[in-house]
């Protein structure tokens, strides 16, 4: 089976193709075309764009099944124009050029963010309310499919929304809090009562495996998410017994928060530089996202590790026992 990964370099992408590659039988021929080099995985790696359909008609050629990864994913990208290229228009250049290819096999990288914040515990057919250019571009690129498929009932297309997605080497919004945690330089905006859906990288990407392998028919949108979720008080304690330290927390009201994180927009946008705290990343921080995750875990699929398993391998291979090599995968 050959395997195509558009924009695998990163993250979730390198620990897919580890997977992979893993496999004792041997059955997968896989590529990845991306804008970057790959840190691990170089010689699978051919430099191309997804905004360019010259490109994508070339790499995509011979391939059985088709991994959509590329994506604008942070918070701050400017001009916001880059969303809508890449997202959007980078799933109608690979599907024009899986057509041409008689490639009709996909599997899209989305995101729960198409549902919006503070949802109570959205199912797939929840109403889509993005609330920035991510989450709507995402949703964007999900309707494309949709009307691809009514054209294309022959088809087999299915679509992962991840919640936020942690593991080793991940320098995003999770590490950050972990480091925060770990380091005793915590700080609880709110409650801490609000419940933060998760996904370990190597549950993420196991599933993803077994959509490949055992859903090959139809058009299927899943969540994932692993359960159970963790509250903000929960992952302090569970934080403090693998890191085997005492760590307090201090507690502010979540309109003191805010206001700090306007003072460092404004700050940000005083001195140009982009700041690890903001308003979008306060309120991210104190929302509910929860996010309902059924329908994937009842397809046959066992998740290869639990929750607690993720966050325990994570902090071990970050503040315990950390790599020297350095290399580190930048996200939300």
Known sequence: MKITMIGASGFVGTRLIDLLLKGKQNIYEVK??????????????????????????????????????????????????????TNVGGMEKTLNAMEKNNVKRIIFFSSVAVYGLNKKNPSEDHPKDPFNHYGKSKWQAEQILQKWYESHPDWNINIIRPTVTFGERNRGNVYNLLKQISGGKFLMVGKGDNAKSMAYVGNVTAFV???????????????????????????????????????????????????GGYCFDLLSKITGKKMTISSVRVKKFCSTTQFDSTKAHSTGFVPPFTLAEGLRRTLEFEFLHPAKDEIVFKSE
């Open 209 to 259: 495996k077994y959509m490949i392998d055992n859903l090959t028919e139809g058009y299927n949108v899943f969540n994932y998410i692993d359960k159970p979720d963790y509250t903000m008080n929960d992952l302090v304690p569970l934080v403090s017994e693998v890191m085997n330290k005492h760590i307090p927390s201090i507690r502010v009201p979540y309109a003191l928060g805010m206001l």
């Open 32 to 85: 990845n075309v991306d804008l970057e080099h790959s840190h691990f995985f170089d010689s699978y790696t051919t430099i191309g764009d997804v905004r360019n359909q010259d490109d994508m008609d070339r790499e995509i050629a011979g391939s059985d099944v088709v991994v959509l990864l590329a994506a604008q994913h942070r918070d701050d990208v400017t001009p916001v124009s880059l969303y809508y290229d």
